[in-house]
């Protein structure tokens, strides 16, 4: 088993920046794909970025070149460091884990392991 716990939410102004992270224990996850989500109130839940056991990285389009996924040394720990934020981001954001050293998914059902989810609220 993969317990994932998710860090670093909370409130910021439009065009702050934000540090999620999300830190793995059970068993190592070198191997694993590391992937970000999100779901806003009334809404599902939404692809935002996955990185590879390889480094690999993958972005859903809109987040492209204001969010960036990574991993630490210690590769059991994952960074989203959210730049530009607007209020549309406003979501509680998920980490999830799969089994993947090349893979990048970005379909929720492909996960196997998810964090309880930590809020992030961009006030106008």
């Known amino acids: 088993q993969v317990r994932l716990v998710e860090s670093g939410g909370g409130l910021v102004q439009a065009g702050g920046s934000l540090r999620l992270s999300c830190a793995a224990s059970?068993?190592?996850?070198?191997?694993?794909?590391m992937g970000w989500f999100r779901q806003a109130p009334g809404k599902e839940r939404e692809f935002i970025a996955t990185?590879?056991?390889?480094?690999?990285?993958h972005y859903v389009d809109y987040v492209k070149g204001r969010f960036t996924i990574s991993r630490g040394n210690a590769k059991n720990t994952v960074y989203l460091q959210m730049n530009s934020l607007k209020p549309e981001d406003t979501a509680n954001y998920y980490c999830?884990?799969?089994?993947?050293?090349?893979?990048?998914?970005?379909?929720?059902?492909?996960?196997?392991?998810w964090g309880q989810g930590t809020q992030v609220t961009v006030s106008s």
């Open positions: 990185v590879s056991g390889s480094g690999s990285t």
């Open positions: 999830a884990a799969t089994i993947g050293f090349y893979a990048t998914p970005s379909l929720d059902s492909d996960y196997t392991y």
């Open positions: 059970g068993r190592t996850v070198v191997n694993y794909a």
